[in-house]
């Protein structure tokens, strides 16, 4: 069956750095755009960004381009986000999702990260 688990969050200082994983499996990986989303506590979810199936072409919001960056390496099956200094609002449920917004869309469990001093 289709599954997405991410892994890589945890607890880090205003200005660390983490890289979330997201594996991939049941599925053809390579087909299919990814995307990054997060959910804050007490918010609502907030899409952060996008890869498309080969990895040539990404995007990332306005709000965090400057220190995100979203890759993949499709003979791992692994979809990466990678975040550098990180401040306290980067504090959220970090999750990964197949087709965002499309009729195929599938999300994993997602990885908690806490940004505190």
């Known amino acids: 069956q289709v599954q997405l688990v991410e892994s890589g969050g945890g607890m880090v200082q205003p200005g660390g750095s983490l890289r979330l994983s997201c594996v991939a499996s049941?599925?053809?990986?390579?087909?299919?755009?990814m995307s990054w989303v997060r959910q804050a506590p007490g918010k609502g979810p907030e899409w952060l960004g996008i890869i498309d199936p080969k990895g040539t072409g990404t995007r990332v919001v306005d709000s965090v381009k400057d220190r995100f960056t979203i890759s993949r390496d499709n003979t791992k099956n692994t979809l990466y986000l990678q975040m550098n200094n990180l401040k306290p609002e980067d504090t959220a449920l970090y999750y990964c999702?197949?087709?965002?917004?499309?009729?195929?869309?599938?999300r994993g469990q997602g990885t908690q990260v806490t940004v505190s001093s």
């Open positions: 049941g599925f053809i990986f390579s087909n299919y755009d």
């Open positions: 999702t197949r087709d965002h917004g499309g009729t195929e869309y599938f």
